[in-house]
């Protein structure tokens, strides 16, 4: 069975630009939540979805949004990027929301912002 | 509001002896408790999880851990560690209400020496 898959592994953007990131959750997965890994505050929650519906959202500006499609695959977007937004982006997808903390994480998205 | 608290940035240890590392949460809510670990250049890998009952679990790899709701605590423990153990560790906390919103400690570097 595939993993979660991320697309772009790697990008690099200016100040101003915005940036969109993709993941394929696990096949029959419906469940994809969205993390923010940076050295500085380490692991941090962004946005979950199931069917295509925002679950719970973290503590970040209205600038970091997201969604879902039908097929589960799920896109986050970061608008007017900031140096600070330069960080490891992880998707994680799990069967159901029932199955709380029991995530399966992708390789993440390194976004860069210059 | 919860919060996890991972005691050691980093821990040494040589190869085939026991390890320890510590992880403790606060919380106002009944909790679920994970550990992850991430090797370099890749995204996180459940362990373990303590979602009820036996307050001892165990995971992969050889790792177990002891939930403890007096103290607080959910320290995972190896009794004879690899080089291939070497990583980063996070423990995190959830709760059923919460869903996949996890919160996750700083982490630990387990360094492995030979």
């Known amino acids: 069975k595939a993993g979660v898959t991320q697309t772009p592994r790697y990008l690099i953007k200016t100040r101003g630009q915005q940036v969109t990131l993709s993941c394929s959750p696990i096949?029959?997965?419906?469940?994809v939540s969205w993390y923010q890994q940076t050295p500085g505050q380490g692991l941090q929650f962004l946005f979950e979805y199931f069917s295509e519906t925002q679950r719970n959202k973290g503590n970040f500006p209205g600038r970091f949004s997201g969604r879902q499609f039908s097929n589960s695959r799920s896109e986050m977007n970061v608008s007017t990027l900031e140096l600070g937004d330069s960080a490891l982006y992880l998707c994680a997808s799990s069967s159901t929301p029932d199955r709380a903390g029991e995530l399966f994480f992708g390789e993440g998205s390194r976004l860069t912002v210059l | 509001a919860q919060s996890v608290t991972q005691l050691d940035s980093q821990v040494p240890v040589f190869e085939e002896a026991p390890v320890e590392l510590r992880c403790n949460y606060s919380?106002?809510?009944?909790?679920?408790l994970f550990w992850y670990v991430q090797y370099p250049n890749q995204g996180l890998q459940l362990l373990l999880k303590?979602?009820?009952?036996?307050?001892l679990v165990k995971g992969i790899n050889g790792f177990e851990a002891e939930f403890n709701k007096s103290q607080t605590s959910f320290h995972l423990r190896k009794p004879s560690v690899h080089i291939s153990d070497t990583a980063e560790y996070f423990c995190a906390v959830t709760a059923p209400e919460y869903g996949n919103k996890l919160v996750f400690g700083a982490g630990t570097i387990l360094r492995v020496k030979s």
């Open positions: 919380s106002s809510v009944s909790v679920y």
């Open positions: 096949s029959g997965h419906r469940s």
């Open positions: 303590y979602l009820s009952g036996s307050t």
